[in-house]
């Protein structure tokens, strides 16, 4: 998960980034002119999980304005040196979404972004279940008929993003950007291809109907939901001899 973060104070940088990072978090750091020239790119879709992190300043009030004024919709987190209700509630209502005080804590501001991010995409529980599926929000694995399936970095990344937005189309574009936005070594498109195709095997191996639970849709991208009924074919049972073999292998 990627971050935009403005931290005014140079000698907090590198304590924050390590913060940040100790939990998946991938900060990059903005100045003041990111607020007038940098918030276009994240009206694109796939670009709408980035937060944005903003160190308490005399421009603090200013640049929430400036984030919502442009349209964007990310989580816009504002970290406060210490507490002060009448600001806090200010910045609650010109368009943060949270406030959070020092010390500033990596997995506090992940969870928090998590929190963010699923209800704005309709989920207030920790996880949804689609079918024999069940996706975390927290950086969980997955659970598919009620075992644990193991997935990298990069996979876990799209199938969260198929999760949130599961039953909705999402376009390969939008998946790449998620993903990969802002990294400084973008691989090609058909990246997103091989990885959907790794995830679909892994989904079909532990689900108990061997369905296929990851769509693609031609020309418009990908979605993740439950099968019909009628697509889905019931496992064989072993002929007695191929139980035998099973046994002596």
Known sequence: MRAYVFEPREKRRASLQAELENVGLQPLFVGEEFFETGLA?????????????????????KQIRAVRASGCENPLIVMRDFRN????????????????????????????????????????????????VTAYFDGRDPVVSGARIRLSKREHSIFQHLALN?????SKNAIYDAVYGMSADQ???KVID?????????????AQSGAQYIETIHGRGYKLSAPE??????????????AVEARLS
């Open 229 to 242: 009924e009628t697509d889905i074919q019931p496992l064989e049972p072993m002929r007695p001899s191929m």
């Open 41 to 61: 790119p994240l009206s694109q879709p796939g670009s709408e999980h980035r937060a944005i992190l903003i160190g308490e300043s005399a421009s603090t009030h």
């Open 85 to 132: 209700s009448t600001d806090t509630a200010a910045a609650l209502d010109r368009g943060a979404d949270d406030v959070i005080v020092s010390p500033i804590k990596g997995s506090e501001v992940f969870s928090r972004i998590n929190s963010i991010v699923r209800r704005f995409h309709g989920h207030a529980a920790e996880s949804v279940s689609v079918g024999e």
């Open 194 to 206: 091989v990885y959907i195709c790794k995830l679909r095997k892994k989904i079909a191996a532990a």
């Open 187 to 189: 691989p090609f498109d």
């Open 166 to 170: 599961s039953n909705k189309v999402i």
